[in-house]
């Protein structure tokens, strides 16, 4: 459970299979799409990213954001912060539901930037820095527990290695990183050189994610960057059995996430949320014109009635 452990334990053994983390996804990385990636082969689990301020002010903000199980631990928890003492006060709520906290410095949308959160974090490594070591200092004595950064790669090679080995001064248990910039989009091709870079430069252990969809992309990833893990968010959404080296989509992942969201319902957002995840999960199940059809459902009856009549649902 000791998700340090396991990276390390990865690193010595050759030939190893990385450890596979799913991503944070704001909406999506709900408990029900946890479970249900942790049941198909993720060894490490994400929480959405949890906007600290806000995780702190309320108790019922802290209920409707993070609703976690025993079941599908471990677990991370990610929360956007720009302030120390915030990101302890919020992660010291979560410090008995998880296997760890991390701050998110990568997310680049100009909403959460424009606060000062996110990737606006890049700008300010001196913040990140304050952040990771307030953390290490009052979290690190908790056994099992690990503090770390996601980050994005800077523009600037010098600059993401110079970031990359202050996170690792601040007692960072582990880096997770995005492998582009924040200016670049999705489908452009992830910078494996600058993964190899950094990996020459930093001892701790490296989580790298981008582009990931199946088994060649993340051992492209361990050969290029001898990274210890690697991360995936659009693959999962896509095939959630992608880590246990199913290639496809299957009926089953429909059924089970459509059960698992019943069981947890108070943890799963909205109704348009929840018909959303099913289009990703069952789009290579689906015509062209079905897909269409499927984002048509009013509700959840028409919904189940839909999966049912294509026979993805019992
Ligand atoms: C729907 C969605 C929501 C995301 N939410 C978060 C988030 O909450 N925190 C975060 O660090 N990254 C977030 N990301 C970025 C992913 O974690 C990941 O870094 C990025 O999608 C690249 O990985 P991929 O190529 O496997 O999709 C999100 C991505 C998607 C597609």
Redesign the pocket.
């Known amino acids: 459970m000791d998700v340090v452990e396991m990276l390390r334990q990865t690193r010595e053994k050759k030939n190893s299979r990385p450890i596979t983390f799913s ?7 709900t408990l029900p799409f946890r479970m249900l990636c942790h049941n198909h082969g993720c060894d490490v689990v994400f929480s ?2 949890i906007v600290a301020k806000g995780f702190n002010k309320s108790e019922q903000f802290r209920n409707i954001e993070l609703q976690t199980d025993p079941l599908e631990r471990p677990l991370l928890v ?1 929360f956007a912060s720009k302030d120390a003492e915030e990101f302890v006060t919020a992660s010291e709520y979560v410090v008995n539901q998880c296997e760890g906290v991390n701050l ?1 410095c ?2 680049p949308s100009k909403k959460v930037r424009k606060v000062g959160l996110g990737s606006a974090l890049l700008d300010k490594p001196e913040l990140i820095a304050d952040i990771i070591k307030t953390a290490h200092s009052r979290l690190g004595e908790k056994q099992n527990f690990s503090v770390s950064a ?1 980050i994005r790669l800077l523009p600037d090679q010098g600059e993401t290695i110079e970031l990359c080995k202050r996170i690792e001064k601040m007692h960072s248990d582990f880096i997770i990183i ?1 492998a582009r910039n924040r200016f670049q989009r ?1 489908h452009e091709t992830p910078n494996y050189e600058m993964m190899s870079l950094i990996r020459d430069s930093i001892q701790i252990p490296i989580v790298a ?4 969809f199946n088994q060649q992309d993340w051992e492209l990833y361990k050969n290029k960057t001898r990274c210890e893990g690697v ?5 999962l ?1 896509k095939n959630p059995g992608m880590f246990e080296g199913s290639t496809l989509t299957k009926p089953e992942y429909v059924q089970e996430l459509w059960d698992l969201i019943k069981k947890h319902k108070a943890s799963h957002p909205k109704y348009e949320t929840t018909k959303k995840m099913f289009s990703h999960i069952a789009n290579d199940l689906l015509t062209k014109n079905d897909r269409i059809l499927l984002l048509q459902c009013k509700n959840e009856e028409q919904l189940e009635k839909f999966l049912s009549e294509r026979d993805l649902l019992n």
Do not use: E, F, W
Request: charged share 15%; aromatic share 4%.
């Open positions: 991503a944070p996804m704001v909406r999506y990385s959405p990213m990610q998110n990568g997310c996601k995005h999705d994610n981008g582009s990931i991360m995936s968010a659009r693959g959404l």
